[in-house]
């Protein structure tokens, strides 16, 4: 799967069980972190986790290496790392807070709603 294939899936997967203001920034160029961000929200500690749960457990269906985890317990920023996409599962408060798409704010935007009709 190419980088463009993992962002779809870790989408898809936040989906599923409702994240809320999904969006995707192309990274490419402006971090060597990762190409994609992914950026979401639930409205409560156990939505958080199941986002993140369902990101981490699609991926495992489809060979792809989950790098690292963090944030899980404490579910107010739970970060996914999948290698060339970094998914970012926050807390609504804590989302307003970090504020990351203004962070990045001149990183490009992918359409998730295209992404997930595709």
């Known amino acids: 799967m190419n980088e463009k294939d993992i962002l779809k899936l870790a989408a898809a997967a936040a989906d599923d069980k409702r994240a809320e203001d999904m969006v995707a920034l192309r990274m490419k160029g402006l971090s060597l972190i990762a190409d994609y961000f992914l950026i979401c929200h639930g409205n409560s500690d156990k939505q958080v986790q199941a986002i993140a749960r369902e990101i981490k457990d699609k991926a495992d269906e489809h060979g792809i290496q989950v790098k690292k985890m ?21 807390h609504r408060d804590e989302r307003l807070y ?21």
């Open 70 to 90: 963090e944030g899980f317990d404490e579910a107010r920023w739970i970060l996914v790392d999948l290698g060339d996409v970094i998914a970012h599962v926050f």
């Open 98 to 118: 970090y504020n990351l798409e203004k962070l990045w704010g001149d990183a490009p935007s992918e359409d998730v709603a295209k992404l997930l009709e595709a």
